[in-house]
């Protein structure tokens, strides 16, 4: 079964300073990963996937499939960057159901 | 486009009580996917209807059912409520295998 692993529940950096969260997840079959964002009183939305290799508001994530993992990284991390996020692996042997990790949260002081 | 919409927002129901929780797609979507949030972790997917059909079941017994409408809307269904099934609901939509847009939620608390 899939699972997805992220054992950081809460990251405190100043703003300036890198952030990296981290992302395990165990599937049997090839993954599709992505990163999800939670903004204080918004709903959840894509930061990133794995297949597009892009970088949106310079978070970056590389699928390491050695290690399965895939942390999300930024260089200099700004306040507006304090938010929840979670990992996600999706399954498409049946539709594109998503299965989450438990979410970490990130708070960028001044 | 208002994107995914789920109503009502909030909802207070009793042990043992049924409810039915609304969502109705970004336009133009016509794939609907249901998660459970508990307090605390990630979204857990509960099922996924497309074309009117459940495609796809997590794990979750069969207190929990769902519909699809020709007009893609859905609803979930929790019937015989546990103090366990309180928690955030979401909806998400998406063509299928295409990026997934979530709604708002709906806060269930059982008492």
């Known amino acids: 079964a899939q699972r997805v692993t992220q054992p950081e529940k809460l990251l405190s950096v100043f703003k300036g300073a890198p952030v990296e969260l981290k992302c395990n997840y165990s599937?049997?079959?090839?993954?599709?990963l992505f990163w999800y964002v939670q903004y204080s009183r918004q709903r959840l939305q894509l930061l990133l996937r794995?297949?597009s290799r892009e970088s949106i508001k310079g978070f970056t994530a590389d699928l390491n499939k050695g290690e399965t993992s895939f942390h999300l990284k930024k260089p200099f991390a700004q306040e507006e960057d304090s938010a929840m996020y979670y990992c996600?692996?999706?399954?498409?042997?049946?539709?594109?159901?998503?299965?989450f990790g438990g979410g970490t949260r990130v708070l960028v002081k001044p | 486009d208002a994107g995914v919409t789920q109503s009502p927002t909030h909802l207070i129901k009793t042990r043992g009580q049924q409810v039915t929780l609304r969502c109705s797609p970004k336009?133009?979507?016509?794939?609907v996917s249901w998660y459970q949030q508990a307090l605390g972790q990630g979204p857990q997917f509960i099922f996924q209807?497309?074309?009117?059909?459940?495609?796809q079941r997590g794990n979750f017994p069969d207190r929990f059912s769902g519909h699809q409408f020709p007009n893609y809307s859905s609803e979930l269904n929790v019937n015989a409520l546990l103090l366990g099934d309180s928690a955030l609901y979401l909806c998400?939509?998406?063509?299928?295998?295409?990026?997934?847009?979530f709604g708002p939620g709906t806060r269930l608390t059982v008492t």
């Open positions: 998400a939509s998406s063509l299928p295998f295409y990026e997934q847009y």
């Open positions: 209807y497309y074309e009117e059909e459940e495609r």
């Open positions: 794995h297949i």
């Open positions: 336009s133009g979507h016509d794939t």
């Open positions: 996600a692996l999706e399954f498409k042997a049946a539709g594109n159901k998503l299965t």
């Open positions: 599937y049997s079959g090839s993954p599709e």
